[in-house]
Structures are given as structure tokens and as C-alpha cells.
């Protein structure tokens, strides 16, 4: 199996997980984050694993090798990268588990090398008001989960 982690050290501090044991297989996805402000924040993969610039900019869009339109972690049509929203509590702290079987560690598909962002606010999982103001709160692009929090590099993990 593959085995990888992706560590905040900016705004947010605590780990993501991932681990495949086959390509056949979901993607089980351990997650331990500190420094969150009560309720729910959306959690994505995004394309890139560039940390350069500010707020996670060349992180670029959501992970989306199949064109699918924004939607929740377990929706058919919704990008690979997709992985809904996590809760944190009144401790500042959001930990959990779930299982996922639209992103992979194996081939030209994997996720290892690219980010995962946790959004400032909720993501409304494609299923609320597109923005007047164009693409920059879109409920099918984006999720209207509002600023990127922070970032980090989804790496091959030690063990």
C-alpha cells in the first residue's frame, strides 16, 4: 500500500493522513487540525503543491481530472478533489476518519505531490447560490467556502 501525509505549519497546525493499501481500493483519510475556528470549514485537494505565494494561490483550482462540477465527498459528479466539509469544535481542534473512492495514490492520478486546503468558511457542496459577482463565489466551482486558510503538500509519508 501507499502511505502519505500533508502537515500544516502556517496558520493551522496537525497533520492529514491518506493511506491506499491497493489501487482497488477507497483512500482512507485520518485528519487531526488545530487552530480552526468553531464549525465547519471546507477540505480540498487541490492540483498543485505549490506553497509559493500568498494565501495558497499557485495551489490553483480544486483536483478535478475527471471535469466534473463541484459537489460533496460521497456526490458522483464532483471533482476528485472534493472532500467536503470538517467540524471543529469549541477547542479550536477538527479531527476524524472517512473513507474516499474518487482520489487514488497510484498512476498518473495520484494525489501524492499535490495540497490540501482548508477553507475559512462552509462548504455549501454545490448545492447553493452562484455568486453575482461571477466565478469568484460559485457553489459549482468552489463551494462558496470562502478563503483559503492554508496549505500543505500532500508528501510520501515515513511509515
Excluded at 69 to 82: C, F, L, M, V, Y
Amino acid at each position: 500500500g501507499k502511505e502519505a501525509v500533508c502537515v500544516f505549519q502556517n496558520k493551522l497546525s496537525g497533520y492529514v493522513h491518506f493511506s491506499q493499501n491497493s489501487s482497488q481500493e477507497g483512500v482512507k483519510v485520518r485528519y487531526d487540525i488545530r487552530n480552526l475556528k468553531q464549525g465547519k470549514h471546507g477540505f480540498h485537494i487541490h492540483k498543485f503543491g505549490d506553497l509559493r505565494g500568498t494565501n495558497c494561490s499557485n495551489c490553483n483550482e480544486h483536483w478535478n481530472p475527471f471535469n466534473k462540477t463541484h459537489g460533496g465527498r460521497h456526490d458522483k459528479n464532483s471533482h476528485a478533489g472534493d472532500l467536503g466539509n470538517i467540524t471543529a469544535n469549541k477547542m479550536k481542534r477538527s479531527r476524524g476518519t472517512f473513507t474516499v473512492d474518487k482520489i487514488t495514490m497510484f498512476g498518473k492520478r495520484s494525489i501524492i505531490g499535490r495540497s490540501l486546503i482548508v477553507h475559512d468558511g462552509e462548504d455549501d457542496l454545490g448545492r447553493g447560490e452562484d455568486s453575482i459577482y461571477g466565478l469568484e463565489g460559485a457553489s459549482l466551482i468552489n463551494g462558496n467556502a470562502g478563503r483559503r486558510l492554508d496549505c500543505a503538500v500532500i508528501g510520501i509519508s515515513k511509515e
